[in-house]
């Protein structure tokens, strides 16, 4: 039976801790054409070779994700971009700004749209002329990637849809039985997925929120003189992006990160309890802390996914998210929240 046909068979998932000689064998199993899950310093990603287009393949499959939704593409070293991007194309001013944010930036959390290189699969960029690409922090995501001997696409761990996953147990919850191993290095220190930001415009536009923020990248676009906005959403840009090179695609709209219980989002606490008291199997969560009131969990960026998960562990029927001004000010937590919310948008006050 080829990989091919296994796809649709459960198979062993085996779970590794991520020590030097298991890195080397995930790398081996990378690349005679495997999947493996790995931890970076945001969330756990789901890698295959990117010039392995059968592995990219099952990536999909594995996850049950659309295939016209491309994936991230990791380097370890700033070199490697030129094995997937095709920075020749980018204007001279580009060019310095693309240099400029990878100094003050990477290794870390920010993910560049740049053009794509010819050889880079199809099924990576779902057909875009464009390519994702980050370098990770984490020492795990950089020694596998350099074991693997080219780049790997790594998308989110999770079942397509399902909250990601902070930590390997949260892998194998989702996708034990439908990929080759996973790397366990504990949980991830960021917790929400890098920001994306596409480089080829002006301004500058960032399609996914993250830890780094809008004014981290105006600091230094500033410096070019290049203004930075918020993309509403990255489905919408991908279908403008689409509609340009591949008319007959499907729609793109998603819905992301939502455990099985509702995620419903409240302005103030009497809402809250008013929420908890009409649905008695739920949890009230605040980013702000209240330490007198034991009523109302903690909520961040790194427990934001598994308080998620935990949910569904716990059989509850609603999680219920207080937003005040400082998670308003949070745009990466936000933009999870509102998407794993029903409706779709935060609550204005
Ligand atoms: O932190 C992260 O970025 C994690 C870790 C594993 O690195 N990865 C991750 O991948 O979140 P994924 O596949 O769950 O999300 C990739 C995002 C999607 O929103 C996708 O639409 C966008 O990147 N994307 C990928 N290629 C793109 C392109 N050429 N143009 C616009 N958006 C793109
Ligand atoms: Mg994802």
Request: aromatic share 6%.
């Amino acid at each position: 039976m080829n990989r091919q046909e296994r796809t649709n068979v459960r198979i062993t998932t085996h779970l590794l801790q991520a020590t030097p000689k298991n890195i080397t064998k995930a790398a081996q199993i990378l690349r005679s054409g495997g999947n493996v899950a790995f931890p970076t310093e945001t969330v756990y990603g789901l890698g295959a070779c990117v010039f392995n287009d059968g592995a990219v393949r099952r990536i999909f499959v594995a996850k049950g994700r659309p295939s016209d939704n491309p994936l991230i593409v990791h380097c370890a070293e700033k070199y490697d971009v030129e094995r997937v991007a095709d920075i020749s194309r980018l204007s001279p001013q580009q060019q310095a700004l693309f240099h400029a944010l990878y100094t003050e930036f990477c290794p870390g959390a920010l993910t560049f749209i740049l053009p794509k290189q010819a050889p880079v699969p199809d099924s990576v960029t779902a057909g875009l002329d464009t390519v994702a690409v980050r370098f990770p922090k984490h020492p795990v995501a950089a020694q596998l990637i350099r074991e693997a001997g080219e780049p790997l696409v790594a998308p989110s761990a999770n079942r397509s849809g399902y909250p990601s996953p902070t930590t390997a147990a949260h892998v194998m919850h989702d996708l034990e039985g439908r990929i080759e191993a996973v790397l366990d290095g504990g949980a991830c220190e960021l917790g929400i997925e890098s920001t994306v930001v596409n480089i080829l415009t002006n301004p500058l536009h960032i399609l996914r929120p993250g830890s780094i923020t809008k004014e981290d990248l105006e600091r230094i676009a500033g410096q070019f003189e290049l203004k930075v906005r918020v993309e509403a959403s990255n489905e919408a840009a991908l279908k403008a992006e689409k509609q340009k090179t591949a008319p007959r695609s499907p729609g793109m709209k998603y819905r992301h990160y939502a455990p099985k219980a509702r995620v419903i989002l409240v302005p103030t606490e009497n809402e809250a309890f008013q929420q908890a008291q009409t649905i008695p199997a739920s949890r009230i969560f605040a980013y702000t802390a209240y330490p007198q009131n034991t009523s109302i969990y903690q909520l961040s960026e790194q427990n934001l996914y598994a308080e998620l998960r935990q949910a569904d562990n716990d059989g509850l029927d609603a999680v219920i998210i207080l937003v005040d001004d400082a998670l308003r000010a949070n745009a990466g937590l936000m933009n999870r929240l509102s998407k794993a919310a029903e409706g779709g948008s935060p609550p204005h006050t």
